[in-house]
């Protein structure tokens, strides 16, 4: 018997170790497909299961970094070299994060790490290189290129980047010389027609850079980028015709592109054609520096502007003032010099965006759907998680989204009710549930029992169908038949804040304000209304406060009290509600990104990165959204 049970044992823990594979497996194989949500949901069943392994948490940082949550991606990969301090791809994956995260320091740090570890990855380099060449150390960069180079002499990456390093340090003719020798090993590679088109400019070799450009559209016919310069080269030709179809055609595929707006009102403007005054205007919405008005300003105020702007410039930075000549005043010689560097400044800005982007040491695959990966891009109104309500939900209802969290007085609720669908905590509003069948159910269960179980479901059920005056009507009976119970007290607390939420929204309710005044622009600061009455919650507090009195680990009555909090603009009281939240549910997903919006809010944005990261974690993809438009600058 014993020599069975120890086979079992056995039999069970191979299995265990060929499903941790397995999930191993399926996350990355999720990262190579693009869905790095997915691949996260993976690696965290492996984490759970197995905390001690490296890789999942390598790869939960490999997709974090794919959804630009870098703060969430090094947490991970502090945790893989913990585990494994002799993990030479996790430093280098966590240089790169450093590096989105503009700590070029710490970024090179960890990739002088990885190559001792591991010296003959020419990527770890290139990665290098980068980061030197943005800490504007031009001469390590070159150097670490040609080492990536001596490992590798097709390296087109090292290649590319050493042609933009060269271009910096002065020497135009070299970078051409890199950027053929990229074309001879990849000819269809329409990012080095681009640079060597933009190179070819530098040296005013107009016609090769025009023959470049449309060698870049051929093989990239969506190329914002190279239409826009190959409108300015006609433009710089005087083939202002010609510049303004490019100018469109760059607007038409990139409609966000506030230089190609700008440079096509000044084609326009010369042509003396109508819509040149609205292109400026449309410049400068996207991009203030591109307002005419700063530069009128500074001319009045004697800090002329350039006079004259060169293709390349125009291509992707300020505009030009006018072309009105040398209107300097005398003994302005620093300001000239101070603009001349700034120019140079911002081409250098601009060559460095425009490689560092092709040079990601990340897997990618030509067959990713667009629309799935890249969460963070999406489109989404940034607000709280709303209050958490009790609801009664089917397990298979498409609204049971997630996994609801255990709490022990619902269980025992469910276990007397002895009825489907069973109670739980939600935040998620239940669409085309009726719930007046619940209701007509307790109306005969009270004319036989008028006990406090029976008030608290039918109040519940009242709440739910916006009946809020008798819900109260009803959870006050419950109260003073039971006043142990903590349900009633978090059921009432919301029911009274819903109606009090009801009657604002009234359009002959006076006096509505912004909740967060003065932080309109922060995410959180109105709800989907956009406008509320900061009102006095002291009863929705009393009833939480009674909750919470009753069942210090209600989890949910420390979220809900910190929302109130929150309306009131007492942001210490609710961080540290959020925070007891948090202590008490480890994986409060809803705390979390609540506490993350906060933090943002009172101007901590790496800390908010770091709670954002474990809600996006946790399964709120929408956390990634605010960690890219907020945390990430």
């Known amino acids: 018997m014993i020599l069975v049970s120890l086979l079992m044992w056995l039999s069970t823990g191979v299995s265990g170790q060929l499903n941790i594979n397995h999930y191993m497996r399926v996350g990355q194989t999720r990262i190579s497909i693009g869905n790095y949500v997915g691949a996260i949901e993976y690696f965290n069943i492996v984490i759970k299961f197995k905390p001690h392994m490296p890789e ?26 913990e585990i494994k301090p002799f993990f030479p791809d996790a430093y280098a994956y966590r240089g790169l994060a450093w590096h989105e995260l503009k700590e070029y ?100 070799d107009y016609a090769s850079a025009l023959r470049d450009f449309d060698q870049c559209i051929r093989l990239e016919p969506d190329n914002a980028l190279a239409f826009n310069n190959r409108g300015i080269i006609k433009h710089k030709l005087e083939d202002y015709n010609g510049a303004i179809m490019d100018y469109d055609m760059a607007i ?21 054609r109508p819509g040149f005054e609205d292109d400026y205007q449309i410049a400068a919405d996207l991009n203030p520096r591109y307002d005419l008005s700063r530069f009128t300003l500074a001319a009045e105020q004697g800090n002329r502007p350039p006079s004259g702007q060169s293709a ?28 001349k560097n700034r120019e140079e400044e911002i081409r250098r800005r601009r060559r460095l965006n425009l490689i560092v982007s092709d040079t990601r040491n990340l897997p990618r695959d030509n067959n ?34 997630r996994l609801q969290y255990y709490n022990p007085d619902i269980e025992q609720i469910n276990r007397e009710n002895n009825y489907n669908p069973l109670l739980s905590f939600t935040n998620k509003h239940s669409e085309g ?32 169908t916006g009946n809020y005056n008798q819900s109260i009507a009803d959870l006050n009976k419950a109260a003073g038949l039971d006043s142990t119970n903590p349900l009633i007290y978090i059921t009432r607390g919301t029911c009274r804040f819903r109606m009090t939420e009801h009657i ?62 929150l309306r009131q603009k007492n942001y210490d009281l609710a961080l540290q509600d959020l925070d007891k939240a948090i202590a008490t549910e480890p994986e409060f997903a809803e705390a979390y990104y609540n506490r993350g919006l906060t933090k943002i809010f009172l101007d901590d944005p790496r800390g908010g990165a770091v709670d954002l990261s474990k809600a996006g974690e946790l399964g709120l993809v929408e956390a990634y959204s605010v960690i890219k438009r907020y945390c990430n600058e």
């Open 368 to 401: 990713e759907d667009p629309g799935d990966p890249y969460v963070q891009n999406r489109q989404i109104e940034i607000d709280l998680q709303p209050l958490f309500f009790i609801s009664a939900i089917e397990k298979n209802s498409g609204n049971y989204e």
């Open 252 to 272: 038409k595929l990139d409609p966000g592109m506030a230089n190609a707006y700008f440079n096509r009102a000044m084609a326009r403007e010369i042509l003396r």
């Open 312 to 339: 390349s410039t125009a291509a992707n930075t300020n505009p030009p003032a006018n072309n009105s000549g040398n209107n300097q005043p005398p003994g302005n010689d620093n300001l000239r010099d101070q603009e």
């Open 56 to 81: 999942p948490f390598f790869f939960r940082g490999a997709a974090k970094q794919k959804l630009e949550d870098f703060q969430g991606a090094i947490g991970d990969f502090d945790q893989a070299i």
């Open 504 to 565: 604002e929204m009234l359009p002959e309710f006076p006096g509505s304000v912004p909740v967060l005044s003065g932080r309109e622009n922060r995410p959180g600061s109105a709800g989907p209304s956009g406008v509320r009455t900061i009102t006095d919650y002291d009863l929705v507090l009393e009833d939480y406060n009674k909750a919470l009195e009753l069942r210090p680990g209600l989890f949910f009555g420390y979220f809900n009290r910190a929302f109130i909090h």
């Open 105 to 204: 320091d710490k970024a090179i740090a960890d990739y002088n790490k990885a190559l001792e570890l591991d010296p003959r990855n020419e990527g770890i380099y290139i990665n290098r290189g980068i980061a030197r060449l943005s800490g504007k150390d031009v001469e390590g960069a070159l150097a670490d290129y040609g080492k990536a180079l001596e490992i590798n002499p097709a390296s087109t990456l090292a290649l590319m980047n050493r042609s933009n390093a060269r271009i910096i340090a002065g020497d135009t003719r070299g970078a051409i010389q890199d950027l053929n020798q990229v074309i001879l090993i990849r000819p269809h590679f329409a990012g080095a027609y681009l640079n060597r088109g933009l190179a070819r400019f530098e040296l005013n």
């Open 433 to 464: 549930t009726s719930f007046q069948n619940y209701i007509l159910f307790f109306n005969e269960k009270i004319g036989v029992a008028e006990n406090s179980h029976n008030f608290l479901n039918r109040g519940i059920f009242h709440c739910l």
